[in-house]
């Protein structure tokens, strides 16, 4: 393809082995023999381009830090278009990001660069820029808000290694003009404002963070990291994706702000005699927003209605991992489990600090509803055909525990989400760096026809943690939110350092709600969302540009509201190095 991959790293090293050797017997020759004063200045020389040397060659064996998710240049694109494309060196899954800039392909000029910045390393500074004209429009951007008008993000970083022990400090700061803007009517119905009320109780996703601006600075894709092998373990504060999906994960993504995590977790995929394993085990902390509803929200006939929420902050304990079949290639199978609990209602024992790893049925655990902790679940497939140049993948999940055996067999569908994807490559050159991607995505929140005789609540919804599945005020999941459907097209065009691409989505705003509180069809709230994008490399610089319109039908379920909505974001990426 378009970049040269790491064979070229093996060949640089072999050439520098071959110099550092030759360096060295005549060092040994030198020194046998005896040097005499005048050779003393010649001896510092060498030793000089000895010790130049090792740091290179060192540095080539060095694990680069990680890229931060959504990195506006597409790297992870590539690199999984790359896998697509045939490239054998591309072996993971993809499923547990983000991945270490030690597993991307980089070009002989950038290793060489990269190996003069050995101790210390000064990352590429971003700045996002998004404007919405008339709704709080935006998902996947970590710790930017939904939020009309002007808001931006600004993470300068640097990296530093020792040996086995490496330090990634990439802080964001964010800035949102958060203006008002048109939210859910208090004038509604008693009945339906009743149920509306219902997610504002168990749920901390606030429509409005506060009514000012809103301004947040936070340790943003920061780690510190030992590396044993294979294996890296550290505390982090980045963003963390699990599953096959691009546009949506079932369990975890960059929809809300990272939060604080010790991790276990697999820098590369582990070969066994059986195939290939990827994992990651964590243990963190999540916080609320800081912000709710005014008292209006939730007083109806003089009442107030208001469940006040626990203040203390979350454990959270989750589990990812991943299998390649060494028989069946390009196939990865996996599982992700996740629970959180209130800091005060966390017990002492192992399995307090570590649920992940009990049983699935409740009938195996006990007294599992009194530890008042709430779980999210999903298995995933993702199958790559590179003769065909396509993927498949898929995303089953589940909102809570399956009592046993015979619940699962019964009720399958209860509190069950699904997300199934697809995308194939065309070339356009028979040297494969110019090509077309098409991917579709479909996304699955609403419950299902079992809902009718035994309702789950909605997904990231729960009894125990009622501040659902959330940090910081944003789901931790999906975007589109609690009982949302979406359906995601995305052609783009691909060559070096050039992405252009079109997206087109449909979304329907949580159907759980519509469904308990309308009788008629036509209060539906639906988006149909048109996106422009491009990337463009200038040098030292990046630019990525987005244009969405998007047209609202009955925002926020009343009838006949309609919305055009015109989002233009704007992100840079300057490498400083």
Request: zero cysteines; glycine letters at 8%.
């Amino acid at each position: 393809g378009s970049i040269m991959f790491l064979k070229l790293k093996k060949k640089q090293i072999s050439q520098l082995n071959k110099q550092f050797i030759n360096i060295k017997n005549n060092f040994l020759k030198k020194l046998k023999e005896g040097a005499e004063k005048k050779d003393k200045i010649a001896f510092k020389n060498m030793k000089k381009q000895l010790f130049a040397l090792l740091i290179l060659l060192i540095s080539n064996y060095v694990s680069a830090q990680n890229i931060p998710l959504g990195f506006i240049d597409f790297i992870e694109d590539r690199l999984r278009n790359e896998q697509l494309l045939g490239n054998e060196s591309v072996k993971i899954s993809f499923a547990l990001r983000p991945l270490s800039e030690s597993l991307i392909p980089i070009n002989e000029e950038n290793e060489r660069k990269d190996g003069k910045r050995f101790v210390i390393k000064f990352l590429p500074l971003i700045f996002n820029q998004q404007l919405n004209t008339s709704a709080p429009m935006g998902r996947n951007d970590g710790a930017m808000i939904p939020a009309k008008g002007y808001q931006m993000l600004l993470s300068p970083g640097v990296y530093v290694k020792y040996g086995k022990l490496s330090i990634q400090i990439r802080p964001e700061y964010v800035f949102a003009d958060n203006p008002n803007f048109e939210t859910f009517p208090t004038s509604e119905d008693d009945n339906v404002r009743l149920r509306y009320i219902r997610y504002l109780n168990f749920m901390d996703n606030p429509e409005r963070f506060g009514d000012r601006s809103y301004q947040k600075l936070n340790w943003g894709q920061s780690n510190i990291s030992l590396t044993i092998n294979k294996f890296a373990i550290g505390l982090s504060s980045e963003n963390l994706w699990w599953g096959p999906g691009r546009y949506n994960s079932l369990i975890m993504s960059n929809n809300a702000p990272g939060f604080l995590h010790f991790s276990l977790k697999t820098k590369e995929p582990i070969q066994t005699r059986i195939g290939n394993f990827e994992g990651q085990l964590i243990s963190g902390k999540l916080t609320s927003s800081g912000f709710d509803s005014p008292d209006s929200y939730f007083i109806i006939n003089g009442i107030n209605q208001r469940i006040p929420k626990q203040q203390d902050w979350r454990y959270v304990s989750g589990l990812s991992i991943n299998y390649q079949p060494k028989w069946v290639p390009g196939l990865f199978l996996g599982i992700n489990r996740v629970f959180q609990i209130y800091e005060s209602d966390l017990g002492n024992g192992f399995s307090d600090y570590f649920p992940v790893i009990t049983p699935f049925q409740k009938k195996n655990l006990s007294n599992e509803d009194g530890k008042l902790r709430d779980q999210v679940a999903s298995i995933f497939l993702r199958w790559v055909f590179k003769e065909s140049k396509s993927e498949i993948y898929f995303e089953y999940g589940y909102n809570d525990h399956k009592q046993n055996i015979k619940d699962l067999s019964t009720s399958p569908s209860h509190s069950n989400a699904i997300l199934v994807g697809f995308g194939k490559i065309f070339n356009l050159n028979s040297t494969q760096n110019k090509y077309l991607k098409f991917n579709f995505e479909h996304t699955q929140l609403q419950q299902s026809a079992d809902r009718l005789v035994r309702p789950a609540g909605a997904w990231y919804e729960h009894g125990s943690v009622r501040h659902g599945y959330t940090n910081r005020g944003q789901i931790m999941g999906a975007g589109i939110g609690p009982g949302g459907n979406s359906q995601t097209v995305d052609f783009s065009m691909w060559s070096k350092d050039k992405v252009v691409g079109l997206q087109f989505e449909r979304l329907s705003h949580n159907l759980d709600f519509f469904y308990d509180a309308y009788s008629s069809y036509e209060n539906k709230w639906v988006d149909l969302n048109i996106s422009a994008y491009a990337y463009k490399r200038f040098g030292n610089i990046g630019i990525q540009g987005k244009i969405n319109t998007s047209f609202t039908d009955n925002y926020q379920w009343q009838l006949s509201n309609h919305k055009n909505n015109f989002q233009l974001q704007v992100s840079i990426q300057y490498h400083l190095q």
